[in-house]
């Protein structure tokens, strides 16, 4: 199992990763690959048509986002007592950040106050939709998608129920 996650992070971070502040112009997509859409620099990001449609990525990132993440990080990644609002750490965090401190966690003791971030690295309901996870707060971060469940999703692409089932064991 391990070596399967270790796997699939190592050929996610291969991709090339946005190192900068992250905004519309910054995470505006301009290739799509099967329903997949990607930014200029090949990053992973959000497609969100004029009346309110997003990619199946970002409707499953939801989706996970709110079954594994949001106990912790609030509702639509707004922040708790517990941990930070991921709409504003996405802003600065680049990809590859997000990448691994999802899957290997993190331990921050700042004034005297302990925070951890779990490793998720062996929960295939994280690592298996991490792209999904980081393109939803990747759009509530730069503002494009607002908060709440999307009212409207493309269709899931054929490459997207072959990665899930590939991942998965199914």
Same mark, same amino acid.
């Given at each position: 199992?391990?070596?399967?996650?270790?796997?699939?992070?190592?050929?996610?971070?291969?991709?090339?990763?946005?190192?900068?502040?992250?905004?519309?112009?910054?995470?505006?997509?301009?290739?799509?690959?099967?329903?997949?859409?990607?930014?200029?620099?090949?990053?992973?990001?959000?497609?969100?048509?004029?009346?309110?449609?997003?990619?199946?990525?970002?409707?499953?990132?939801?989706?996970?986002?709110?079954?594994?993440?949001?106990?912790?990080?609030?509702?639509?990644?707004?922040? /708790?007592?517990?941990?930070?609002?991921?709409?504003?750490?996405?802003?600065?965090? /680049?990809?590859?950040?997000?990448?691994?401190?999802?899957?290997?966690?993190?331990?921050?003791?700042?004034?005297?106050?302990? /925070?951890?971030?779990?490793?998720?690295?062996?929960?295939?309901?994280?690592?298996?939709?991490?792209?999904?996870?980081?393109?939803?707060?990747?759009?509530?971060?730069?503002?494009?998608?607002?908060?709440?469940?999307?009212?409207?999703?493309?269709?899931?692409?054929?490459?997207?129920?072959?990665?899930?089932?590939?991942?998965?064991?199914?």
């Amino acid at each position: 199992m391990k070596q399967v996650c270790v796997a699939i992070i190592l050929g996610l971070l291969a991709g090339t990763v946005h190192s900068h502040a992250d905004d519309k112009e910054t995470a505006a997509a301009v290739t799509d690959e099967d329903g997949k859409y990607f930014d200029k620099d090949g990053t992973p990001t959000f497609n969100i048509k004029e009346d309110g449609t997003v990619d199946w990525y970002t409707y499953s990132g939801y989706r996970r986002f709110n079954s594994e993440c949001h106990v912790c990080h609030g509702a639509d990644g707004a922040g /708790s007592t517990f941990a930070p609002a991921l709409v504003n750490s996405l802003k600065t965090m /680049s990809y590859a950040d997000f990448l691994s401190t999802v899957a290997e966690g993190r331990k921050n003791l700042s004034a005297g106050k302990e /925070s951890v971030m779990p490793a998720f690295g062996e929960n295939k309901n994280v690592y298996c939709y991490l792209d999904d996870i980081y393109v939803y707060l990747r759009a509530r971060a730069v503002g494009d998608l607002p908060r709440g469940r999307p009212a409207k999703k493309e269709d899931k692409p054929e490459a997207a129920r072959e990665q899930e089932a590939s991942c998965m064991g199914g």
